[in-house]
């Protein structure tokens, strides 16, 4: 099994331009996650879906796009990059407790 | 919401020392609280957890402690080594909606100076 695999592993954007992040996972698990970490924050939930079809927002969700169309996808769209965008991105999956990240993405914003 | 705080930020030991960490958390139907280690450039790994059934937790030269009462849990690492040396998450977690919703702390930086 490959686990939770996230692309790209680093990315420079420019303001105002869109991209998406991919995040796959062949664990089958339900739970995916997008979590955002910058320094002194910690890890902060962008959003979440609990299955194919199904997702909400989190805590920090303004600017993000998410949708989950099978098991095993759960991509994160950014509509119009900005600056304060600039952050090292987890996606995660999960049955029940513990949660699997991916190897993470570096996005900056410039 | 659920809101954990983590304290301290940064933890600097001896090697062979113990370090604490610890954590509160507000919501009391939280009942799973797992401990997540992060080396430099790489994933946060589950190292260890503890369920709100249990008071205390160990693994070698790690363990936990909950304290539901007073809503804290801390992690313990005795004889500490450089290889601990990584930024540590805790987190609390309940069900909402049939969905495990995680709350993050923010994070301890451990340095081990050999």
């Known amino acids: 099994n490959a686990g939770v695999t996230q692309t790209p592993k680093f990315q420079v954007l420019k303001t105002g331009q869109s991209m998406t992040l991919q995040c796959a996972q062949d664990?089958?698990?339900?739970?995916m996650s997008w979590y955002r970490q910058d320094p002194g924050m910690g890890l902060r939930l962008i959003h979440y879906?609990?299955?194919?079809?199904?997702?909400d927002q989190g805590e920090v969700p303004n600017g993000y796009n998410v949708s989950r169309s099978t098991t095993e996808d759960f991509p994160l769209r950014l509509l119009s990059a900005a600056p304060s965008q600039t952050s090292v991105y987890f996606c995660?999956?999960?049955?029940?407790?513990?949660?699997?990240f991916g190897q993470g993405t570096r996005l900056t914003v410039v | 919401g659920e809101n954990v705080e983590q304290h301290p930020s940064t933890l600097s030991v001896q090697e062979g020392d113990s370090a604490v960490i610890k954590c509160t958390y507000s919501?009391?139907?939280?009942?799973?609280f797992p401990w997540y280690k992060q080396e430099l450039g790489k994933r946060p790994q589950l190292i260890i957890d503890?369920?709100?059934?249990?008071g205390e937790k160990k693994d070698q030269r790690i363990a936990v402690t909950l304290n539901k009462t007073a809503k804290h849990f801390s992690l313990h690492i005795t004889e500490t080594q450089p290889e601990d040396s990584a930024v540590y998450f805790c987190?609390?977690?309940?069900?909402?909606?049939?969905?495990?919703?995680?709350?993050f702390g923010t994070g301890t930086k451990l340095q081990v100076i050999p």
């Open positions: 919501d009391s139907a939280s009942n799973y």
């Open positions: 987190a609390a977690s309940h069900n909402s909606g049939g969905y495990q919703k995680v709350t």
């Open positions: 664990m089958n698990h339900e739970y």
């Open positions: 879906s609990v299955g194919a079809g199904i997702t």
């Open positions: 995660a999956s999960s049955y029940r407790t513990e949660a699997f």
């Open positions: 503890i369920r709100s059934n249990v």
